[in-house]
């Protein structure tokens, strides 16, 4: 879409923002770290079909890491017990099966490092000079890491993270809740305010929480999914809104 095409941004009252795949590239090495312990948990117990990474946008990205799992698991009609956070990695429950998945997605973290997509801190910078407000809205417990590997924690008085939203027990996307939530933490009406997703499950919770805009960022999940969701628009990257 051209950019004179698109609505303005700062135009709202506040824009908020889901972090992995929106303004970090994390989404790529959640996927991987979420393959990696899924492939050999699947040939561990035997179950089929194996995982693929459809199975990634369709059970897991957007959503809170205990509920990815458990979502995952119930589409091959498995159901183990829940557990606690404080499970270990060795532990065959919901939490300990999540945790696994976390040592993986920390230790690339740590070796690699990451960094904001370039079009994203461009929209970031346009709108900080316009005054508008910005939250981030993302079911990570490692949001909080990821944006201050980004260098760009500064840039949020708001942070609405899965640790926020696990401590409160706020319902994962796509219910509106986390979305709500941040909109509520800022002090502004989601009906004047922008989401920006790039998950089926996180355009579906801005939409049912009633966001005035909700754009969608097709970073692989596919356009017409995220339109069916409830994107109001969709974009390839965030570039596409500054002027």
Same mark, same amino acid.
């Given at each position: 879409?051209?950019?004179?095409?698109?609505?303005?941004?700062?135009? =709202?009252?506040?824009?908020? +923002?889901?972090?992995?795949?929106?303004?970090?590239?994390? *989404?790529?090495?959640?996927?991987?770290?979420?393959?990696?312990? +899924?492939?050999?948990?699947?040939?561990?117990?035997?179950?089929?079909?194996? =995982?693929?990474?459809?199975? !990634?946008?369709? =059970?897991?990205?957007?959503?809170?890491? !205990?509920?990815? @799992?458990?979502?995952?698991?119930?589409?091959?009609?498995?159901?183990?017990?829940?557990?606690?956070?404080?499970?270990?990695?060795?532990?065959?429950?919901?939490?300990?099966?999540?945790?696994?998945?976390?040592?993986?997605?920390?230790?690339?973290?740590?070796?690699?490092?990451?960094?904001?997509?370039?079009?994203?801190?461009?929209?970031?910078?346009?709108?900080?000079?316009?005054?508008?407000?910005?939250?981030?809205?993302?079911?990570?417990?490692? *949001?909080?890491?990821?944006?201050?590997? *980004?260098?760009?924690?500064?840039?949020?008085?708001?942070?609405?993270?899965?640790?926020?939203?696990?401590?409160?027990?706020?319902?994962?996307?796509?219910?509106?809740?986390?979305?709500?939530?941040?909109?509520?933490?800022?002090?502004?009406?989601?009906?004047?305010?922008?989401?920006?997703?790039?998950?089926?499950?996180?355009?579906?919770?801005?939409?049912?929480?009633? +966001?005035?805009?909700?754009?969608?960022?097709?970073?692989? @999940?596919?356009?017409?999914?995220?339109?069916?969701?409830?994107?109001?628009? @969709?974009?390839?990257?965030?570039?596409?809104?500054?002027?």
């Amino acid at each position: 879409m051209a950019p004179d095409a698109l609505p303005d941004l700062s135009s =709202y009252d506040a824009v908020l +923002f889901d972090l992995d795949g929106v303004l970090t590239p994390t *989404a790529e090495v959640h996927m991987h770290a979420w393959q990696s312990m +899924f492939e050999e948990l699947f040939a561990t117990w035997e179950i089929t079909p194996p =995982y693929t990474e459809r199975d !990634y946008f369709d =059970y897991l990205d957007g959503k809170k890491r !205990y509920d990815g @799992v458990a979502s995952l698991l119930r589409s091959r009609d498995i159901e183990v017990p829940w557990g606690d956070p404080s499970d270990p990695v060795t532990a065959d429950t919901v939490c300990g099966i999540g945790n696994r998945k976390n040592v993986v997605f920390e230790r690339v973290l740590r070796a690699e490092g990451i960094a904001p997509y370039p079009g994203s801190l461009r929209l970031l910078d346009a709108l900080a000079e316009t005054g508008t407000a910005v939250a981030v809205v993302s079911s990570s417990k490692n *949001a909080e890491e990821v944006l201050a590997a *980004a260098g760009i924690r500064d840039r949020f008085t708001v942070v609405m993270d899965g640790v926020i939203a696990e401590r409160d027990h706020l319902a994962s996307k796509p219910a509106p809740d986390v979305f709500v939530e941040a909109a509520r933490m800022l002090q502004v009406d989601p009906a004047r305010s922008a989401a920006v997703e790039d998950a089926i499950s996180g355009v579906q919770s801005a939409a049912v929480g009633g +966001f005035g805009l909700v754009v969608g960022v097709d970073r692989g @999940v596919g356009e017409q999914h995220l339109v069916d969701a409830g994107a109001h628009v @969709v974009v390839k990257d965030l570039e596409e809104f500054v002027r």
